[in-house]
């Protein structure tokens, strides 16, 4: 078969096609696009409006003051607000999150039904809710709220496939197998507004607190903004208010977060100076009550002033060891702190006391790492698990400056223990030299020694304490807020840009039904159609003419007509088919009934008669013949007498009423009409036709039912295969070219019958017009014609 070539990438033809095809299936991609625009109007309005609220927090806070600086700066605080990152997971952490709801109480959310569309409200209910517990099964679950009347409410809600309803009153407790809550009115709920009130359906719905924190953490944004230590906060939800109410709770929670563990230093060194202060005191009563008893029995009123020197060296080597001691048992409890306490799950890392920073650059500055990395960690553990490579690496880290600290402490308490040693010595030297004193005045010189001790001591904790409250009166946030919680409007949904998905959907959607229909149910409608898609001849069209039942022989009738000028065009083109032949054989068939293969037969065999042409039409549709009708004969014997050798051909071929042209009919209609074909007499009848007649027209069974017409189409020396513009589908074309290519037919060409004149490449501006017509409707689909009359003998 010719391959069919282009010279160009897109011809002009390829527009044209796209244009009728859009023409034939505008309505289509309308009928789609309105749908779709309705759809996206009803979809967007049902869905709520998302709004935005956004506030700032600025990291590191400058507003403490320098004394406090000093104090805090060896445990590392300042350090801990680094990592903006750290910051932005503290943020983002369940714990903070939950302590935010818990002040705010968002367990309830209340809603009120419309006809179309459910909307949630925060504000203008007229009761509130207070819930302490509830039925698991009733979370998220929708439970309708009715107000019955100003003191009752009705509650309705679906339980195990049932739906319970009861009646209950406002301001009392509600205690059943389903809820413990309480339902309290307000002011809005009077007598003026109650009969309006009982007209809305309310919806409610109860959250539980990891539900919420789920939610929170996934409509909440938390950005650094670039190159500051500021971090703002963007929180998408349906009510604007609670956006901005949540992010001031949020934030607020943080600033406490930030100052609470200087807060909890700061209260864990006055406890421990306290306990100190109380343990001394009583120390010091007791000693001021032994000294005046001792006075007042003794009557003792002064001490040698040698005596007194003596006394006041043992009174400092005294006080020198009480205050070792006591760094011994500073560092024997921060030593058990670490141990037992400050292990790598705890969450806080605080030291047990102050002694523990005086004039110890290296302790106070390994505990203030310690304290770091202990912060870093558990700011890392918010957004990750134990397993991480990265907290992995801290715990290295922080066991082994743990284990360089605890060496540190116990060879500080190694040292210690050893100036103690030394100190006793001294104080035994002193306490030799005094026993030489009598013994009344040595005995008073020992009380006096204790008291001063005390006294020291516990005026230095004084000292201590002022320090310490004074710092805490300068405890401040080291962050704050520096734009507080506003909307920035409607962020969801983009209604503009569903409308746009709709009718981008809408129009794929048209635009695959627009392909099915014209590559599944669309049919060629003229010939350019048909040669583009086809690589077979195509030898012409049959315009269609509209009247059906005027007469079958359009050509005989008006030689003017569009029609019969395609049956001249048709004929003309037959010339150069089989050219090599004085007398052509010209087979008709078709791929299914009601083409119009019989019309095209009886015509084409007419045209080629008024030519002058001597031409036989052979009726081999021996299963349903439709020749003898069209021609108004009787088919008493025709060719399945030839083809059984009850016949001689000669003696089955009949005139018609139109010169030139005869006829053999089929005869009478066998049983076994496929098998008739097979007969060797079927070649004798072609053989006669090419010796006596110039054509010789066949009219076969179309071939998409029967296969007769390929057996006879080796005898024929072209072949026609006669398309409807009704039926004629581009899958039967391939089939047509696949039989061709299979049998390697030669001469086979194409005619495509009931072409519109308005669509037809050739007969379009034809000035004249034409009302015969043709149908199909009967048998195989053809309609009844018009007859002439039988050529009288």
């Not at 284990?403 to 210690?416: P, W």
């Not at 315009?543 to 007469?551: L, V």
């Amino acid at each position: 078969m010719p391959d069919k070539k282009k010279t160009n990438l897109i011809e002009l033809e390829d527009f044209r096609s796209t244009f009728k095809i859009f023409l034939k299936n505008w309505y289509i991609l309308l009928a789609f696009l309105l749908a779709a625009s309705i759809l996206s109007y009803f979809y967007t309005y049902k869905l709520p409006n998302v709004y935005a609220a956004k506030t700032q927090i600025l990291l590191k806070n400058q507003e403490t003051y320098d004394y406090q600086n000093q104090i805090y700066k060896g445990i590392g605080y300042y350090q801990s607000y680094q990592d903006n990152a750290n910051q932005i997971r503290v943020l983002t952490s369940n714990d903070l999150i939950s302590e935010a709801l818990t002040k705010l109480k968002f367990e309830v959310s209340y809603f009120i039904v419309g006809r179309l569309k459910t909307t949630e409200v925060y504000e203008g209910v007229p009761f509130d809710i207070a819930v302490t517990s509830v039925n698991q099964n009733l979370y998220e679950k929708d439970i309708h709220f009715k107000i019955v009347n100003e003191k009752q409410f009705e509650l309705s809600y679906l339980k195990g496939g049932d739906n319970v309803v009861k009646k209950y009153d406002f301001n009392k407790e509600i205690i059943n197998e389903d809820f413990f809550i309480t339902v309290k009115k307000n002011q809005i709920l009077n007598e003026k507004t109650v009969t309006s009130l009982k007209e809305i359906d309310y919806q409610l719905k109860i959250h539980k607190l990891d539900y919420l924190i789920s939610k929170i953490k996934n409509l909440l944004q938390v950005d650094n903004v670039e190159n500051t230590t500021i971090l703002e906060l963007t929180l998408q939800d349906e009510i604007p208010l609670r956006a901005i109410t949540f992010l001031d709770t949020l934030s607020n929670s943080y600033i406490n977060y930030t100052s609470r563990n200087q807060i909890a230093i700061n209260n864990n060194t006055l406890e421990n100076i306290d306990k100190q202060l109380k343990e001394i005191t009583e120390v010091l009563t007791s000693i001021e009550d032994d000294m005046e008893n001792y006075r007042a029995n003794k009557a003792i009123l002064d001490i040698d002033k040698q005596q007194e020197d003596y006394f006041n060296k043992l009174i400092e080597f005294d006080s020198q060891k009480r205050q070792a001691e006591l760094t011994i048992q500073s560092l024997e409890a921060l030593q058990k702190y670490i141990i037992s306490v400050g292990n790598l799950t705890d969450e806080k890392l605080l030291p047990p006391s102050f002694y523990i920073s005086q004039g110890d650059d290296y302790l106070r500055t390994a505990l203030g790492k310690l304290y770091e990395l202990q912060m870093d960690r558990n700011q890392r553990l918010n957004g990750s698990t134990i397993q991480n490579r990265n907290i992995s690496e801290l715990d290295e880290e922080l066991g082994l400056l743990k284990n360089n600290i605890l060496t540190y402490i116990t060879n500080s308490k190694t040292g210690l223990h050893q100036r103690i040693e030394d100190l006793k010595g001294q104080i035994n030297h002193y306490t030799g030299i005094i026993k030489t004193v009598p013994r009344t005045e040595r005995d008073l010189l020992n009380i006096q020694r204790k008291l001063d001790v005390n006294q020291k001591m516990y005026s230095f904790l004084l000292e201590k304490r002022a320090s310490t409250m004074i710092a805490r009166a300068g405890i401040l946030p080291e962050t704050s807020v520096i734009e507080s919680a506003h909307s920035i409007g409607v962020v969801a949904p983009n209604k503009r840009k569903i409308m746009y998905y709709f009718l981008i959907a809408g129009t794929i959607l048209s635009l695959i039904v627009v392909f099915i229909r014209t590559n599944m149910f669309s049919t060629i409608e003229n010939v350019m159609e048909l040669k583009r898609i086809s690589t077979l001849p195509v030898l012409g069209e049959i315009i269609f003419h509209s009247s059906e039942n005027e007469s079958y022989f359009i050509v005989d009738k008006d030689s003017k007509a569009p029609i019969t000028e395609s049956f001249r065009a048709i004929r003309t083109n037959l010339e150069y088919f089989a050219s090599d032949r004085k007398s052509k054989v010209v087979l008709l068939t078709s791929y299914l009934p009601g083409e119009g293969k019989t019309f095209c037969s009886v015509n084409l065999a007419t045209i080629l008669a008024k030519a002058g042409k001597k031409v036989l039409l052979l009726e081999l549709d021996l299963h349903k013949p439709k020749v003898q009708k069209a021609f108004n004969m009787e088919s008493l014997v025709g060719a399945s007498n030839i083809l059984i050798g009850k016949a001689a051909i000669p003696s089955t071929i009949q005139e018609t009423g139109i010169e030139n042209l005869f006829v053999m009919l089929s005869g009478p209609t066998p049983p076994n009409a496929s098998e008739l074909i097979l007969s060797p007499h079927l070649s004798e009848i072609f053989d006669y036709g090419r010796d006596h007649f110039d054509y010789v027209i066949v009219d076969t069974p179309p071939i998409g039912l029967i296969t007769d017409a390929l057996v006879m189409m080796k005898n024929a020396d072209v072949s026609l295969f006669v398309l409807n513009t009704k039926f004629a589908k581009k899958q039967i074309i391939g089939i047509v070219e696949e039989l061709v290519e299979q049998n390697k037919f030669k001469n086979f060409a194409m005619i495509l019958n009931g072409v519109k004149r308005k669509k037809s490449g050739y007969y379009y501006n034809y000035g004249y017009g034409y009302g015969y017509g043709y149908g199909y409707g009967n048998g195989y689909g053809y309609g009844s014609y018009g007859k002439p009359e039988p050529k009288k003998k």
